[in-house]
């Protein structure tokens, strides 16, 4: 790593109460999209004109666009369409809505994904720090049954992964064109993988599967983020699924440390806030 930063945020807040009533309100088609959009405006400008005060040096929109810190991106690219999965997320304590995303044909990049616009708001009303924008991972399309159907639209799966990562690096590249000179792209496939790496370990068949997935994030990731100007800075974050203070995965760095030394970013966030996140010693192979 050689971008180095001593301080840095997330970038994803609670909503605030005017937000979540609004986007209450259209989900019941109380109100319409422009009225939604005018009060995220307000928001968000709210927000960084509050980062900024606090003197942070890069802010976000702090997604408060989003109805999920994930899906909202996937189901911008063409070949992923969203749908109904019955399904909550199995947080410890908790349950999600029940939405997904699914492919519906080849993947590919969308020069008119909505978050192109969202972060030009951003960049428009920041004054003196870097606009960062959050984009998720594209493993999060290996994971939750959401490209179990690839063999319906290719080959081969490297035909797909490859296709994914091009569609990743094309609009991280789009990015960079209307201004972004930072992305941090945040990943919940590794702390699924320390889990089930270690619940597998005396199951070479189950365990040789979460490898497989290991390996192929890996490849993915850095096809996503090559050949890449010099002065965007790729970051991740690695986490472990928060919603209402509950948590999805546990487990040190361990399992996945070697593979997430390959891994060609810039810079890692990764969580040390509680107990389950373990010792600092995996540290040693990023």
């Not at 606090?54 to 666009?65: I, Q, Y």
């Not at 609009?171 to 992305?183: E, L, M, R, S």
């Not at 487990?251 to 600092?280: H, M, T, V, W």
């Amino acid at each position: 790593m050689t971008k180095l930063a001593h301080y840095d945020i997330v970038g994803s807040f609670l909503r605030p109460e005017e937000l979540k009533e609004a986007r209450k309100n259209f989900n019941q088609e109380k109100i319409s999209q422009e009225e939604l959009t005018k009060i995220e405006d307000q928001e968000i400008k709210k927000l960084i004109q509050k980062e900024e005060e606090l003197g942070l040096k890069a802010v976000t929109d702090d997604e408060f666009r989003r109805s999920w810190w994930h899906l909202d991106f996937l189901w911008g690219l063409n070949g992923v369409a969203k749908y109904d999965y019955k399904e909550s997320y199995k947080f410890y304590g908790a349950k999600t809505r029940t939405d997904n995303a699914k492919l519906s044909g080849k993947i590919a990049y969308n020069p008119d994904h909505p978050f192109f616009e969202a972060f030009k708001f951003v960049k428009a009303n920041v004054k003196n720090a870097i606009a960062k924008q959050t984009i998720p991972s594209p493993t999060l399309l290996f994971r939750d049954n959401r490209s179990d159907n690839w063999p319906n639209f290719y080959d081969n799966k490297k035909a797909y992964l490859d296709d994914l990562a091009t569609a990743y690096n094309k609009t991280i590249k789009h990015f960079y064109d209307v201004g972004c000179c930072y992305i941090q792209i945040d990943d919940t496939t590794w702390a699924f993988l320390i889990s089930k790496l270690k619940e597998t370990q005396n199951d070479p068949k189950e365990h040789e599967k979460y490898v497989q997935l290991a390996e192929e994030s890996v490849y993915v990731i850095n096809k996503s983020i090559e050949n890449l100007p010099a002065d965007l800075t790729i970051a991740t974050h690695i986490c472990r699924g928060n919603f209402k203070s509950t948590f999805l995965f546990s487990g040190g760095y361990e399992p996945i440390a070697k593979y997430l030394g390959q891994l060609n970013y810039d810079r890692f966030f990764l969580e040390y806030d509680s107990d389950r996140a373990g010792d600092l010693k995996p540290i040693k192979q990023i």
